[in-house]
């Protein structure tokens, strides 16, 4: 089993006093899978990285990188591991090259391997020109991208990001994305486990999504999968004027609508069904004599199966 | 990879190498030099300001300068050894490498090591330039030196454990500076001259009573320090104050290793 999932999470917990942060969290991460883990604040997605990534110790269960447990030997688990947690201060009086090196010789990486790996790194990330530069003039954008840079050293199978575009402007999670997007298409064997708060980056980026909430895992599957197996879509409905409460509460009323509020001049519309209960709501809308224009899916399914779960794991 | 003791032992090297380069980079290492030039230049020129100069006697010479030793290890403590574990958290560089295949015991002692060797190696500068400034002066150097250099290594033991284990308690490098040097220059000398006052038997008699013979808080370790300088004029337990000041120095290590093991992000 192990060589099949790298990552392997079995009845862990991690309390804080009465706060359970993480509670009996099971998770198997595919082998080469690009997996997104979701969940609102407080979920318990960093508490569970930083176990793996051996910055807290769990209180309970256990976490296992390519079938070593990391409370046990932690060294051994995180060898071939490269890990971006939070957004990582760096040294500043170093360079991203000396920064490279430095973890370059902790891993164990030979001095060649080093130079080369530096070279190949800095231009996958975008780096070259500021490769001599000290990182404490950096943006924080261009450190994030270091630190993608010194996560890839020593060619690593797993790789654990921990909201890796956090706190960046719009600029900064556009070149994070891209290099990500980069590796996922690059690499062929790599796993990696990546927590986020952005629905529509885990979409672009991910095949697979497990979703926390209070610390337990709400569903872990490919992202097709998931939003085939919650059923729930959000419909875009276009009325002529404005949208009114009438109009609103109408549509609440409908078969299998979960909700129906205002959004902008559309009304967005949480339904929960198949194709064919959606051909029978847009008849209902009709039958209604609401004024419809337009009658559109929003295409991200995820956000709606996100927003369905984590409101019926309340 | 190689596995074991080995392979953590060249781990350890390649974090003090890195420390040695924050400190040698960093603004602590210029304040430091800077007042460790400004104590040096004030004793030397001095005397050649205000009157005849330096004593043409070697003890003498060196008896002036090292009065001063204590001073500047604990200000070398102060400046590297508080400020190596909890510079990690606070700045969040333990993110990159703590997260590596790297054990903390390696970490721990790669940066112990690194501000020890600092520290160690001032030492030895410091007492070579006094050498060479007595031999200038007064054309020798007293034989009691060394003995002084010794202890005043095993001080930088003492104190930097004492350091580094604020280190590993406090979560602002700041506070671990200020906590650092104050308890090193006020605290631990207080109590122990609360000590020696309660332990007295004549204590209430000591400022009539000339011969009141002080309990000897030997074990202290600012007390066992003062062997640095007492070295050079009187008769000193070169091993006992030795021993006293790398207790302190190991002991304080020991827990600072784990509290620093168990210490999370």
């Known amino acids: ?314 | 990879m190689k596995e074991g003791v080995a392979d953590d032992l060249r781990q350890s090297y390649v974090v003090m190498k890195n420390e040695m380069t924050k400190f040698f980079r960093g603004k602590r290492m210029l304040l430091f030099l800077g007042l460790v030039v400004t104590v040096l230049l004030l004793i030397t020129v001095l005397p050649y300001a205000l009157g005849d100069g330096l004593s043409k006697d070697p003890k003498e010479i060196i008896q002036t300068y090292i009065s001063f030793v204590y001073l500047l290890v604990l200000l070398a403590a102060t400046l590297f050894a508080s400020v190596t574990i909890v510079s990690e958290y606070e700045e969040r560089t333990a993110l990159i490498l703590f997260t590596r295949p790297i054990k903390k015991s390696s970490i721990f002692l790669g940066k112990f090591s690194a501000s020890l060797i600092i520290g160690i190696a001032f030492v030895g500068l410091y007492y070579l330039l006094v050498a060479l400034i007595s031999l200038i002066v007064a054309g020798g150097v007293d034989s009691e030196m060394a003995k002084s250099l010794l202890l005043a290594v095993m001080y930088v033991i003492g104190t930097f454990g004492v350091a580094i284990l604020i280190s590993s308690i406090m979560k602002k490098a700041s506070t671990s500076t200020i906590i650092t040097f104050v308890i090193l220059l006020m605290i631990l000398p207080i109590i122990s001259a609360v000590i020696i006052v309660s332990l007295t038997p004549e204590s209430i008699d000591v400022f009539t009573n000339p011969d009141v013979v002080f309990y000897d808080a030997w074990w202290m370790l600012d007390q066992a320090s003062n062997a640095i300088y007492g070295v050079l004029s009187t008769t000193v337990n070169v091993a006992r104050e030795s021993l006293v000041m790398v207790a302190w120095g190991l002991a304080s290590t020991a827990v600072a290793f784990i509290l620093f093991k168990r210490k999370e992000f």
Not at chain 1, 54 to 76: F, M, R
Not at chain 1, 98 to 111: A, C, K, N, Q
Not at chain 1, 126 to 134: P, S
Not at chain 1, 230 to 240: C, D
Request: aromatic share 6%.
């Open chain 1, 1 to 314: 089993m192990t060589g099949e999932y790298p990552i392997e999470i079995a009845g862990l917990r991690k309390e804080y006093g009465q706060f359970v942060a993480v509670d009996n969290l099971d998770l198997s991460i595919k082998k080469n899978s690009f997996t997104g883990l979701l969940g609102p604040n407080g979920a318990g997605k960093s508490t569970t990285l930083k176990i793996l990534t051996n910055l807290i110790n769990a209180t309970s269960g256990s976490a296992h990188l390519n079938g070593v447990d990391i409370a046990k030997d932690p060294k051994k688990a995180l060898m071939g591991v490269g890990t971006v947690v939070e957004t990582p201060e760096f040294y500043l009086y170093l360079t991203p090259r000396e920064t490279f090196r430095y973890i370059g010789e902790i891993v164990g990486m030979s001095t060649e391997a080093i130079a080369s790996e530096t070279d190949e790194i800095l231009e996958k990330v975008k780096m070259t020109e500021w490769a001599d530069k000290k990182l404490g003039t950096f943006s924080k954008g261009m450190r994030q991208r270091v630190a993608l840079g010194q996560a890839l050293l020593n060619d690593p199978s797993v790789i654990i990001l921990d909201e890796p575009t956090s706190g960046l402007d719009p600029r900064g999670m556009a070149e994070v994305r891209e290099i990500l997007k980069n590796l996922r298409n690059e690499t062929k064997d790599l796993t990696v486990l990546m927590s986020s708060h952005m629905l529509h980056e885990v979409s672009d980026l991910c095949d697979r999504v497990a979703i926390v909430n209070h610390g337990k895992l709400l569903i872990h599957d490919d992202i097709g999968k998931v939003i085939d197996k919650s059923g729930v879509r959000t419909i875009f409905v276009k009325v002529l004027g404005e949208p009114n409460g009438d109009v609103i509460g109408k549509i609440s009323g409908l078969p299998n609508v979960m909700s129906a509020e205002r959004y902008g001049n559309d009304i967005e519309v949480r339904f929960k069904g198949e194709i064919a209960e959606q051909a029978e709501f847009f008849k209902a809308v009709d039958v209604l004599g609401i004024k419809v224009y337009s009658l559109s899916e929003s295409d991200n399914g995820l956000e709606s199966t996100y927003l369905d779960l984590i409101k019926e794991s309340r």
